[in-house]
């Protein structure tokens, strides 16, 4: 097998710098000409095999068009298959001529719409939660979340594998950060009781479903050991609102656990098919984060559009079970499929379904050959998963049809095959 990261043209490409720039000691863009990342980006580009900002022109049902030629895609977030749904477009539609492209101003000054106050409402309703609060992304919602409320004494017990807007939420704030293994209990009870004497606050924070591997938190186990120690938890049910438990209700319901999480920290991004961000927890808390989180403060209010298709999507997902049905029949046929090819699916139990491949170059080898098959997936390489576990990271929604996973499993037995990674 060919190496695709010819090392020389790195070097080459590294030493290009714009003449006069290496006059000036310690430039702040230095590392920029220098960054062996962004050389091994451009090789992988010349070579074609670059993988990643494809740029979509269409997308219908479970397809995506790139340079005019229909794929199927997989590795999308939309579960429920509601991105192309007629009611959001009307939604959104229908707000537009009251509120324009734009709120223009934070939720505290100018940007604050009745339209949000409905939304964090009616969530509130679905989630059972006291109160709600909505940011312009998931992602910055985590950055208020976690700054807002972790002062310098508070300690916060991390999943390694905790998505990056928690580790920059962490980052953001003036407390401490453990880390434990990935959904190891026992490391996580080994931190919290040697921190027990330690003054300040303490929250174990984790994915409810991890964004790579496809796994579910142990929140049973989480919340027990929260109790024994004093803890708070905070769930990012990013991948699991609308997706996990009989309503859709994510990780919480899926264990029967509703009430005994403090804070969910959710996106629009995924099941709602919108674009946003949300907390849910007591009223006091959700209010202190409103008055406190400069990402939530310092920030344009999320669009009205984007509000009035949420509030749709989540209408939807309250009284038609059938899209959570249908994206549950989906897995088993995609998971089932990939198993039974001798595939490595990282005992995933959810819409993410990873494929293992294990080093870099094979992995991008292997998204090439599924791309000239027409399928549309992303590799994962480090430091997105640790080292040598590089994966295609395949998703199915509530809108591929059986052909299209049958299909998607075909290529993939091909592939496979023929690059030795199934026998
Ligand atoms: C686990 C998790 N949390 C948070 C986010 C951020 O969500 P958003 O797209 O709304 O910024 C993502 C998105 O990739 C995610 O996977």
Redesign the pocket.
């Given at each position: 097998m060919s190496n695709y990261v010819d090392l020389d043209r790195i070097r080459r490409a590294t030493a290009e710098k714009p003449e006069g720039d290496s006059a000036r000691a310690g430039d702040i863009f230095d590392k920029a000409f220098s960054s062996v990342e962004l050389a091994r980006a451009d090789e992988a580009k010349t070579i074609g095999i670059y993988p990643y900002f494809q740029p979509i022109s269409a997308q219908h049902g479970g397809t995506a068009t790139v340079d005019g030629r229909e794929m199927i895609i997989t590795g999308s977030n939309d579960y429920l298959g509601l991105t192309q749904d007629t009611r959001l477009e009307e939604a959104a539609k229908a707000v537009f001529d009251d509120f324009g492209t734009s709120c223009t101003g934070s939720r505290f000054l100018t940007g604050t719409l009745s339209l949000h106050e409905e939304l964090e409402r009616r969530l509130a309703d679905f989630l059972g939660a006291e109160a709600i609060l909505t940011f312009s992304?998931?992602?910055l919602g985590?950055l208020a979340v976690l700054s807002s409320l972790t002062g310098r004494q508070d300690i916060l017990y991390f999943d390694r594998e905790n998505?990056a807007?928690l580790y920059d939420g962490a980052r953001l704030s003036f407390g401490s950060l453990r880390k434990y293994k990935h959904n190891d209990l026992d490391h996580l009870e080994r931190l919290l009781a040697k921190d027990a004497d330690k003054p300040g606050g303490r929250m174990i924070v984790t994915?409810g479903v991890f964004?790579m591997s496809g796994h579910i938190a142990d929140l049973p186990g989480i919340v027990e050991l929260a109790r024994k120690y004093g803890a708070r938890v905070a769930v990012?049910d990013?991948?699991a609102t609308g997706v996990l438990g009989k309503n859709g209700r994510g990780t919480p319901e899926h264990f029967d656990q509703e009430g005994e999480v403090d804070l969910i920290i959710g996106?629009?991004?995924k099941s709602f098919a919108s674009?946003?961000?949300f907390v849910a927890g007591s009223r006091v808390v959700v209010n202190y984060i409103k008055h406190t989180a400069r990402p939530f403060i310092f920030t344009a209010a999320l669009p009205a559009m984007q509000v009035a298709a949420t509030l749709k999507a989540l209408e939807i997902m309250e009284t038609e079970p059938e899209h959570r049905e249908k994206l549950w029949e989906n897995v088993a046929r995609l998971r089932n499929g990939m198993n039974a090819l001798g595939f490595d699916t990282l005992g995933s139990e959810t819409p993410i379904v990873p494929v293992l491949i294990g080093p870099d170059e094979l992995t991008v080898l292997f998204w090439k050959a599924l791309w000239e098959e027409g399928i549309f997936t992303t590799p994962a390489l480090p430091p997105g998963v640790p080292t040598g576990q590089s994966l295609i990271r395949t998703s199915v929604n509530a809108n591929h049809g059986p052909e299209q996973i049958d299909r998607l499993l075909e290529v993939f037995a091909g592939v496979g095959e023929h690059l030795g990674v199934i026998g």
């Open positions: 992304t998931g992602f985590a998505h807007s994915d964004s990012d990013a991948h996106t629009f991004s674009v946003g961000g």
